[in-house]
């Protein structure tokens, strides 16, 4: 009998020994690397495309990107990011030639932006956004905004501050976070006459359902409907002091959505922050200003056609 309690402990202490193995290595190697494919790509700038792509931009890459003492996309420490995630800094992608973008290639931008890999072949985890969904014409937008001469992108010389991803990072890199497909087909815009369509196209690419969906961790980027409580609320994103700011639930449950809310009503939340009776929404929730009341209530009327989720969450402001 003793003899097999032997045996199984050396079995269970070979086991320990080679998963310490495993972790140190994991931590004294980095976030995975690999192969980037070279894309054939060059911008088809336009004032029209660098205007939609300042929009965009404005909305999606700002947030992270724009630091406020230079007043250009030079990055910052993200105060927002989650402690256990590591140290984080989004970079500078102004045209510096030295520390921001000025040397990429347009392919090279476009194959990060949509798979997440960058062109030394890195894999950039979730802190990082990625557009796989987006249509062809809109990641051309946001490139030639980032090529424009628009003052937040003039090259500046403020150098990068590597991120410092943590252990649990690097683990979740090779196990659960992985680079998207690059798409094989063409993403069309959507029919801007089809509001419903329109306001999916929207609710997705501007990552609203990422957010206000239960988990950033069961979210599915390549099929955002199959995200775990898709537009239920309840996510928990982190304020500017790191404190949880619950989502709100989004879908048309009338007690716990906003199934009881009018466009208008929606359309003021979005582009103003403005709650009927109730305080300013508040960071990260930031005002979409950028959008017209037909794009802002486009979205409303998808989310009025999608699955009710019951699902009640208090709101945390402080
Ligand atoms: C949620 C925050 C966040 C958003 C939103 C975001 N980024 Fe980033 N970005 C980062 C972080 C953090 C890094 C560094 C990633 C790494 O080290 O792998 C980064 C890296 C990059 C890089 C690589 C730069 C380099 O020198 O390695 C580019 C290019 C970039 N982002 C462009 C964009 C664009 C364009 C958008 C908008 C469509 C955008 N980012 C939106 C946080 C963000
Ligand atoms: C970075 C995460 C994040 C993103 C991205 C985001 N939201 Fe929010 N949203 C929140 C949080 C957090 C709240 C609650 C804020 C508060 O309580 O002050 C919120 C609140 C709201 C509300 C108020 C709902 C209510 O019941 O009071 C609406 C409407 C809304 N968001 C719509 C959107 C739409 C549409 C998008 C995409 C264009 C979007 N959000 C993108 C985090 C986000």
């Known amino acids: 009998m003793k003899k097999v309690f032997k045996i199984v402990g050396i079995g269970l202490g070979i086991i320990v020994l080679l998963m310490a193995i495993a972790l140190i290595s994991i931590s004294a190697s980095d976030i995975p690397s690999y192969e980037v494919e070279k894309i054939d790509y060059k911008v088809t700038s336009s004032p029209e495309a660098i205007a939609r792509g300042e929009k965009l ?11 406020h003492q230079t007043n250009k996309l030079t990055g910052q420490k993200m105060m927002d990011a989650p402690p256990e995630f590591g140290e984080i800094y989004s970079q ?3 045209q510096d030639k030295t520390y921001g973008i000025g040397d990429w290639t347009d392919g090279e931008l476009v ?3 949509r798979t997440g890999i960058k062109r030394d072949g890195k894999y950039s985890p979730p802190y990082m956004a990625k557009l796989p969904g987006m249509a062809d014409e809109d990641i051309n937008a946001v490139i030639s905004f980032l090529r424009s001469d628009h003052p937040m992108v003039k090259a500046d010389p403020t150098p990068d501050v590597p991120p410092k991803p943590s252990l649990l990072t690097k683990i979740l890199c090779r196990v659960a976070f992985k680079p998207l497909p690059m798409p094989t087909e063409a993403i069309p815009l959507p029919n801007a006459d089809d509001s419903v369509e329109l306001g999916k196209y929207l609710a997705h690419n501007l990552d609203c359902f990422s957010c206000h969906s239960a988990d950033f961790k069961t979210n599915d980027f390549l099929n955002p ?29 009338k007690e716990t959505g906003i199934g009881n809310w009018t466009r208008e009503d929606f359309i003021k939340a979005l582009k103003y922050g403005q709650i009927k009776g109730g305080k300013a929404l508040t960071y990260p929730m930031l005002p979409y200003s950028q959008l017209t009341d037909d794009e802002a209530g486009a979205i409303f009327e998808y989310l009025q056609t999608i699955p009710p ?6 709101r945390s402001i402080y």
């Open 57 to 67: 931009a404005v909305m999606l890459c700002a947030s992270c990107h724009l630091n």
């Open 92 to 94: 500078n992608i102004t």
């Open 111 to 113: 194959y990060l932006l």
């Open 225 to 253: 409907e199959l995200s775990e409580g898709y537009f239920g609320g309840g996510n928990k994103p982190l304020d500017l002091q790191g404190r949880v700011m619950l989502t709100s639930n989004l879908t048309p449950d």
């Open 309 to 314: 989720i019951k699902n009640k969450v208090e």
